[in-house]
């Protein structure tokens, strides 16, 4: 590799550091990444069809809102603290469709909106 292709490697290393201090990355990564996890849990698992509302496809929609949640913590650090706690609730409601059949995206959802809840903006100095 080359020396301009290792600074440049460098300076995108250094923006993207600057980017993620400047956000709640950690949380809106684990709310998006359980609200995938426990959407793919119901589709495979269940079988949902949209013909008609039924709590798998309720705790889908619930699902999608999660990631969302975790998506738009990302987008507008501004709104983190916010969007963490609608992001816990529409995990908690994604339950109703597979109670106990998406543990792992449960958990990293509410840990990832109490993380995004908690989080604070640098003060600048």
């Given at each position: 590799?080359?020396?301009?292709?290792?600074?440049?490697?460098?300076?995108h290393r250094a923006r993207f550091g600057e980017w993620q201090a400047s956000r709640p990355f950690l949380g809106?990564?684990?709310?998006?990444?359980?609200?995938?996890?426990?959407?793919?849990?119901?589709?495979?698992?269940?079988?949902?069809?949209?013909?008609?509302?039924?709590?798998?496809?309720?705790?889908?929609?619930?699902?999608?809102?999660?990631?969302?949640?975790?998506?738009?913590?990302?987008?507008?650090?501004?709104?983190?603290?916010?969007?963490?706690?609608?992001?816990?609730?529409?995990?908690?409601?994604?339950?109703?469709?597979?109670?106990?059949?998406?543990?792992?995206?449960?958990?990293?959802?509410?840990?990832?909106?109490?993380?995004?809840?908690?989080?604070?903006?640098?003060?600048?100095?």
């Amino acid at each position: 590799m080359s020396a301009e292709r290792r600074s440049q490697l460098s300076a995108h290393r250094a923006r993207f550091g600057e980017w993620q201090a400047s956000r709640p990355f950690l949380g809106g990564l684990l709310l998006a990444l359980g609200g995938v996890t426990v959407a793919l849990v119901m589709i495979f698992s269940a079988g949902i069809t949209f013909a008609r509302a039924t709590p798998s496809a309720l705790a889908l929609v619930a699902a999608t809102g999660t990631f969302l949640c975790g998506v738009f913590a990302l987008a507008k650090p501004a709104l983190a603290g916010l969007l963490g706690v609608v992001g816990v609730v529409s995990v908690v409601v994604s339950l109703v469709g597979t109670p106990f059949g998406a543990v792992l995206g449960v958990v990293c959802s509410i840990l990832g909106g109490n993380l995004c809840y908690a989080w604070q903006p640098e003060a600048d100095t």
